[in-house]
């Protein structure tokens, strides 16, 4: 392989590269970072420097990088079967994953649909609903609940039910119309504004039946990242949320589709975040950690009862008529595969609550910081939001971009981070040593203090 120097790597990458999420603007010129290695839970740079992943590959690592076992393993299945497609054919790998996600899922969950991005499982997730509702003498359920700051994906459908303005106001003429019900945003909570409000998911709650009286009749489905929503904040529901919202499903007969794809694989602690909550959703979508950070591949699961509604002869025109090129490619079910005895093989989920104190404790001492004014955590998430005046909860103003000077600072320190606006975002690699987590905290609360202090 023909290894480039850094000057030729960053003038390719600007002259030629379009990268998603970003101004480019003033990416075009800048002394960007170029990764060309990885190590445990460090990416390694074209100079060699070495940054701690402190977002875990944006969301998706479990067991660091470069993981031998599934390097083998991904190297073992690249000379057996690349792809061959799943329409009209199946491949080993893709039935056998099939299988174990259904083994570890929440109870109930029947049936695997693959596809390759968060954005399409949870699309997938949507139509499958509509469909279902259509075809079980339901023809006037046609609409779907979204949550405000709710994020799942950037795909017309996904984004349609997706809640973050700034996003995607543009196209909002292309999305179809759905009905919004508030966050439990208790920082900022959207029903009691005098603010301290703790009850804010009862409220929430109690908002969202009201929403779902008024409108069971028209409701097809409900779209939830349960337990957190991811790039609305790390906005943490307050325990018993899901389950509330899961009990609302049932009352008023609306799909509960669960959008697992930032908490699933052990992200909360728990192997599935519904899990956690004792609940099964009529439809879960994963990707991100699902083949450990490797290569693209995303799922939509659903009951036996969903399953059954698409049932029949052919010319009663019930199929699902929905699949990818890359649905169930084997190398990335191999990679899935391999990431799912590594849970098991290095107990992972039993490894997490002593990191998951740790983090606890390090983010509770950042609410003595003047410009913390929030500190959130589920599991292996965290995020800290920072503002201008902490008894006023007053924001900095987005234009100053106080999120993008903290992580910036922080690479001083050697982490790469990523913020959310003005929410630093903690999601290391679910592998992370004890040692190296110290590294991270110690890292972003120095980064913070110099630039708010
Ligand atoms: C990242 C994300 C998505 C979108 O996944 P892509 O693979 O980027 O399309 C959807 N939902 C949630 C909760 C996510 O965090």
């Not at 799943?86 to 996600?101: E, F, I, P, T, V």
């Not at 913390?372 to 924001?395: F, S």
């Amino acid at each position: 392989m023909v290894e480039l120097d850094t000057e030729t790597l960053r003038r390719y990458d600007s002259d030629y590269l379009w990268h998603p999420f970003t101004q480019m603007s003033e990416w075009e010129g800048a002394e960007n970072i170029i990764i060309t290695r990885g190590e445990g839970s460090y990416i390694i740079d074209s100079d060699g420097n070495r940054y701690l992943d402190g977002v875990a590959a944006i969301w998706t690592n479990v067991h660091g990088h470069c993981k031998k076992e599934i390097n083998d393993a991904i190297k073992e299945q690249v000379d057996r079967l690349e792809h061959a497609t799943l329409l009209g054919l199946s491949n080993d790998r893709a039935a056998l994953l099939a299988k174990r996600l259904i083994d570890i899922a929440p109870s109930g969950l029947a049936k695997v649909f693959y596809s390759d991005n968060g954005s399409t499982a949870v699309e997938i997730g949507v139509k499958m609903a509509f469909q279902y509702q259509q075809q079980t003498g339901n023809k006037d359920k046609k609409k779907f609940i979204r949550f405000d700051n709710a994020y799942h994906g950037d795909t017309v459908g996904s984004m349609s039910v997706g809640g973050i303005a700034i996003y995607h106001e543009v196209y909002a003429p292309l999305l179809f119309p759905t009905i919004m019900a508030p966050s439990p945003y208790c920082y900022r909570c959207p029903l009691s504004p005098e603010g301290d409000c703790t009850k804010c998911g009862l409220l929430c709650l109690k908002e969202l039946e009201r929403l779902m009286e008024e409108h069971a009749h028209e409701l097809a489905g409900l779209v939830i990242e349960p337990s957190v929503q991811g790039a609305g904040g790390m906005i943490v529901q307050p325990p018993g949320f899901v389950k509330g919202v899961r009990e609302l499903c049932d009352r008023f007969d609306v799909l509960m589709i669960a959008d697992e794809v930032a908490v699933g694989f052990g992200r909360t602690g728990a192997m599935f975040a519904c899990g956690k909550e004792g609940v099964t959703p009529d439809i879960m979508a994963i990707s991100k950690g699902i083949s450990a950070g490797y290569l693209p591949l995303a799922a939509t699961l659903t009951t036996r009862k969903v399953y059954d509604a698409f049932w029949g002869d052919y010319s009663a025109l019930k199929t699902f008529f929905h699949g990818h090129t890359f649905t169930g490619n084997p190398i990335a079910c191999a990679a899935a595969l391999a990431s799912l005895d590594l849970f098991e093989k290095e107990r992972l989920l039993e490894q997490l609550p002593e990191k998951i104190d740790y983090i606890q404790d390090r983010l509770q001492r950042l609410m003595e910081l003047p410009h913390v004014g929030d500190v959130r955590q589920e599991g292996m998430i965290g995020g800290i939001e920072l503002v201008r005046d902490r008894h006023t909860r007053e924001p900095y103003p987005w234009e100053e971009r106080v999120g993008v000077r903290v992580i910036m600072e922080a690479r001083k320190h050697g982490l790469f981070l990523r913020p959310l606006g003005n929410v630093i975002v903690v999601f290391p690699p679910l592998s992370i040593s004890m040692d190296e987590l110290a590294i991270l905290m110690d890292g972003i609360e120095a980064s913070i203090r110099s630039v708010t202090e």
